[in-house]
């Protein structure tokens, strides 16, 4: 089974940054797509950005001009930078890859914008 697991989650003022990290436990070229999601409590799991094996990009209305997807495939990792973060991104964020023949998750980490 694929690993996928993320860290960089924490607590941030309103206007502040974070950088998210998704490490995988093998080459991220294997991936036709991978991305971020998050869930914030009640709300359903929304796609937050992601990019694609040829690099095109993608992000949710909510996030873009703030939010850059990334990948490092020397590393294995893909990265979401957010900036100038609102209270509203408050969520559970999870990572997700896509293959020919599997989907795997990764164990969320969490990101909360409060003053």
């Known amino acids: 089974q694929v690993q996928l697991v993320e860290s960089g989650g924490g607590l941030v003022q309103p206007g502040g940054s974070l950088k998210l990290s998704c490490a995988a436990s093998r080459s991220i070229f294997s991936f036709y797509t991978m991305a971020w999601y998050r869930q914030a409590p009640g709300k359903q799991r929304e796609l937050v950005a992601n990019?694609?094996?040829?690099?095109?990009?993608n992000y949710a209305d909510s996030v873009k001009g703030r939010f850059t997807i990334s990948s490092d495939n020397a590393k294995n990792t893909v990265y979401l930078q957010m900036n100038n973060l609102k209270p509203e991104d408050t969520a559970v964020y999870y990572c997700n890859a896509v293959s020919v023949v599997l989907e795997v998750w990764g164990q969320g980490t969490l990101v909360t914008v409060s003053s």
């Open positions: 990019i694609i094996s040829r690099g095109a990009t």
